[in-house]
C-alpha cells in the first residue's frame, strides 16, 4: 500500500510539474485557419472509440516527412479561441505505426480519452517544432472538434483494401467497408430522402427561406452480415450503423455521391452550379441545346467575347472552385450547394478566417466591399445527426450590392480574372 501511495505521489507530482509548464507557457497567437481552405493536399483524420482510447487515423500527402526534427505533434485546446492549450504532446515513432502508399504516409496512434472531454478541439502538426503557429498550412495541420458521437463511434470506415477512407462521401458503385472496433457486428443502414437545394444568396431575408424538413423519409435500409463489403449504386444520404437493435449505437452519415465525385464530368454537373451566376432562362438554354457541354464552352466563351485563352480560365477557375468546395464542404449535400461552398465558388477561397470559442467561422474579405472596403460573413454551425460539420451564413440585406458585384465580375471580361475573385495561386491580370 505504501509503494502504491508513491506511485500516486509521483503521478500527481509529474500532472502538476505538466500544468505548471503549460501555464508557463507565452499565450499562443490567435491562429488564422484561411490556409485550411485552400485547394491542395491536406493532412486528413479520422477516428474510432476503442475501449477506453480513441485511435486517430491519419493520411500525411506526399513529401510527408517524419522523423527526426520533423516530430508529429498533439495539443489540446479548450477552444478554438483559446491562447492557452490544456496540454499537448509528441506521438514517438514507435507509437505511430506509419505506413507509406502513393497517395502519402498513413499512420495511426491511441490516446486515452480520459484525455479527451467532449468539446475539445486538438491540432495535429507536423512542421517543425519553431515554425509559424498562427498559420495553418494544410499539408501539415490539422483541426479536430471531439463531439459526443465522435468520441462514441467505435468504426471508421475503410476502403476496398482495408485503408480508412478519411472523408464522409463515397461515389456510388465504390466498394468500401466498415472497420469495427471488438467483436464482429452487422452494419444497419437507412436511405434517407434529401432535396439538394442550392444555398441562396448572401442577402435572402431569413425569414423568407423555405424551412428543412422536420424529419427525412426513409426510401429503403437493409442489414449486412458482418465484414461483409457494401457498395451502392443509388446516389443518396445513407446512415451506417455497427451492433444490435436493441442499442441506439452512433450513426455515421455517408453522402453517396454520383458519378466521379467530387470532380464535374456530366454536362448537368457541369451547368447545375452556374446557378449562382445565371438566371433560370439561360440554365433551361443551356440544358435543352444539341450539345449541353459545348453549349457550355460556348456560354464562357461569349463572356470571354471570343477569347479562347480568357475562356478556358474562367472555365478552369470557376469549376476548380466548384471541386474545391465539393472536397471541403461535403455534408448532407454536395459542398458546392452548401452556404460556405456559395461564397467558396464566387467570391473564392478566404483570404483570413477566424473561429471563435463556439465553432463559429467569420471570413473576411479585405477588398470585396464596395468601394474596395473589406466585408466580414460570419458562418454559425448548425450540426445535427446527418450533417455533423455543417454551417449557416448569417445572411444580411446590406450584402446585396457587394453580392451582384462579385457576380457581375465573373460576367464581365475586363475584371473576371481580377479583384478578390481571383485565388492565391494565380497571379491578378
Not at 476502403?159 to 444497419?188: H, I, N, T, W
Not at 424551412?211 to 443518396?236: H, W, Y
Not at 471563435?356 to 479585405?366: I, V
Request: with cysteine.
Amino acid at each position: 500500500m505504501k509503494r502504491n501511495f508513491v506511485l500516486s505521489l509521483i503521478g500527481c507530482l509529474l500532472l502538476a510539474t505538466l500544468a505548471a509548464n503549460v501555464a508557463r507557457q507565452p499565450l499562443a497567437p490567435r491562429p488564422d485557419y484561411a490556409g485550411l481552405y485552400r485547394d491542395v493536399a491536406r493532412l486528413d483524420v479520422d477516428t474510432r472509440r476503442e475501449g477506453d482510447s480513441l485511435r486517430f487515423y491519419l493520411r500525411l500527402p506526399p513529401p510527408a516527412r517524419l522523423g527526426p526534427g520533423h516530430p508529429l505533434r498533439l495539443t489540446a485546446w479548450p477552444s478554438y479561441e483559446a491562447r492557452q492549450p490544456l496540454w499537448q504532446d509528441s506521438v514517438p515513432r514507435r507509437q505511430q505505426h506509419a505506413i507509406p502508399f502513393p497517395d502519402g504516409v498513413r499512420l495511426s496512434f491511441c490516446v486515452a480519452a480520459s484525455r479527451l472531454p467532449t468539446g475539445t478541439v486538438l491540432q495535429f502538426n507536423t512542421t517543425l517544432p519553431d515554425a509559424k503557429d498562427d498559420y495553418q498550412e494544410p499539408t501539415t495541420t490539422a483541426w479536430l472538434r471531439l463531439t459526443e458521437a465522435l468520441l462514441a463511434r467505435p468504426f471508421v470506415l475503410v476502403d476496398s483494401v482495408g485503408q480508412p477512407l478519411l472523408r464522409r462521401y463515397v461515389q456510388a458503385g465504390e466498394s468500401f467497408g466498415v472497420d469495427s472496433y471488438g467483436l464482429y457486428q452487422p452494419v444497419r443502414w437507412k436511405r434517407y430522402a434529401v432535396n439538394p437545394t442550392p444555398a441562396l444568396p448572401p442577402m435572402t431575408n431569413p425569414a423568407a427561406m423555405p424551412a428543412g424538413p422536420r424529419t427525412l423519409p426513409v426510401l429503403d435500409s437493409a442489414e449486412t452480415r458482418p465484414g461483409q463489403p457494401l457498395r451502392f449504386e443509388e446516389p443518396g444520404l445513407y446512415a451506417l450503423r455497427v451492433g444490435s437493435r436493441s442499442t441506439r449505437p452512433p450513426v455515421l452519415a455517408v453522402l453517396m455521391a454520383p458519378n466521379r465525385y467530387p470532380e464535374l464530368t456530366t454536362a448537368a454537373e457541369l451547368i447545375e452550379p452556374l446557378r449562382y451566376l445565371t438566371t433560370s432562362q439561360e440554365r433551361k438554354k443551356l440544358t435543352d441545346a444539341p450539345d449541353p457541354k459545348r453549349a457550355v464552352d460556348r456560354f464562357w466563351l461569349d463572356i470571354a467575347q471570343g477569347n479562347q485563352n480568357l475562356g478556358k480560365e474562367l472555365i478552369r477557375r470557376y469549376y476548380g472552385r466548384v471541386m474545391a468546395a465539393n472536397e471541403l464542404f461535403a455534408a448532407h449535400k454536395a459542398g458546392w450547394l452548401t452556404d460556405r461552398g456559395l461564397l467558396y465558388v464566387v467570391m473564392g477561397p478566404p483570404p483570413s478566417v477566424r473561429r471563435l470559442f463556439d465553432g463559429e467561422e467569420r471570413w473576411f474579405y479585405p477588398e470585396a466591399g464596395l468601394g474596395g472596403g473589406g466585408v466580414t460573413f460570419s458562418f454559425r454551425p448548425r450540426p445535427s445527426t446527418f450533417a455533423p460539420d455543417y454551417y449557416e451564413l448569417v445572411r444580411r440585406p446590406e450584402y446585396e450590392l457587394l453580392w451582384y458585384a462579385a457576380v457581375e465580375k465573373w460576367r464581365t471580361p475586363p475584371t473576371a480574372l481580377t479583384g478578390p475573385n481571383v485565388p492565391s495561386d494565380l497571379p491578378a491580370r
